[in-house]
């Protein structure tokens, strides 16, 4: 099991308290005289001081001890389609998305199912730091030092039925605030699926935080799916309905180009995306563009999770 080593977070990435509290006070009262719009939007390295900070402990178990990559790589180099599909969009688009009020509705096979404003969906649930890797299907990766809950203890609350076989995410649809939506580059709303017991495994996550903060816009506030051996793109962002199915959920991207995108999506050296190779990954914020490292089976977690597909043929099931 890797041994947990804190970010290595330049002083410049942490805001101290005073001034955190300060800059917001400064805001605040800005707003009452209007003023707050002409200040420059956060974004960046800069946003670290408007996202306010969150009470977690640091779960060492469940962490690389790699390098975490800077507050800047991992909220300005991102893929969230609904605010363009440039990786500096996001950051540039999201600003303004409203993550509250926000809503979650659990439906499908369950016992317990209804809608709930996201504060009393996350109450019972202590926060939780985990550092995970990300492997993009694009062949890049970086290391996220995430804030969130074990979505597996977050589905037994609801009773999944015998009949739960796999689990539904869905991200808003809203094409006034998203506005990549506008435009038919996926089947909206981005949607992905889970199999129960990939959805139940220890390591899967939903996040609310980066950094010991408030998760930026870009990076799928108010509430994302993280699932480290899993390409990106199973990661899906600012979730609003979690839907337990007794079929295999059609997900955003097998819809879109189911010869290149899988179901499954376990990150795998041995197979190729059909346009380019997935041996080898660049690590954002390290070396030069050519720089690559090995990618790793199963993104490096295959002893935790390899087990799940026992005696299934992983290049047919990519
Ligand atoms: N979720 C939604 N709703 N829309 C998206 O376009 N992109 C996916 C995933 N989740 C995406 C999404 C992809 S391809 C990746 S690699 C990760 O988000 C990127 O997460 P990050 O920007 O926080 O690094």
Known sequence: MPVYRPPSIRPSEITPEQVYLSRRQLLGGLAGI????????????????VEPPLSFTRNARYSTPEKANSWSDITQYNNFYEFGTDKADPAQNAGDFRTRPWTVTVDGEAELRGQFDLDSFLKPHALEERIYRLRCVEAWSMVIPWVGIPLGEVLKRFKPTSRAKFVEFTTLLDPKQMPGQRYPVLDWPYAEGLRMDEAMHPLVILAVGLYGRVLPNQNGAPLRLVVPWKYGFKSIK?????????????????????????????????????RWSQKRERRIGQGSLWDRQPTLPFNGYADEVASLYRGLDLARWF
Do not use: C
Not at 34 to 49: D, H
């Open 34 to 49: 209007g003023l707050a719009s002409a200040m420059p939007r956060a974004s960046g390295q800069s946003m670290a001081l």
């Open 238 to 274: 600012s979730i609003v309905r979690i839907r337990f199915t007794e079929m295999q959920p059609k997900t955003s991207w097998q819809q879109s180009a189911p010869q290149e995108y899988g179901f499954f999506a376990n990150v795998n050296p041995a197979v190729d995306h059909p």
